[in-house]
């Protein structure tokens, strides 16, 4: 099964350097997407609440209260 495996990936993917280098190169790409991806929700849970994106409705209230008075 694993030698199976093995064929099939070298057969696919190692056997031409054109194909080879597009795989490492995509795979670089989509890791990168899933690390940025996975620690901005890591740093969002842990500062919830202390962000900008977080608290600006409260200033913009304020704002907006006190332009009417």
Known sequence: ???ALATSI???LI???AVYLTSIFAGAFALEI???T???RIWDAFNRGRQW???KYQYLNQAEEEDDE
């Open 38 to 40: 996975s620690t901005n």
């Open 1 to 3: 099964m694993a030698g």
């Open 34 to 36: 899933a690390y940025d």
């Open 15 to 17: 056997r031409r350097n």
């Open 10 to 12: 070298y057969q696919t």
């Open 53 to 55: 994106k977080d608290i």
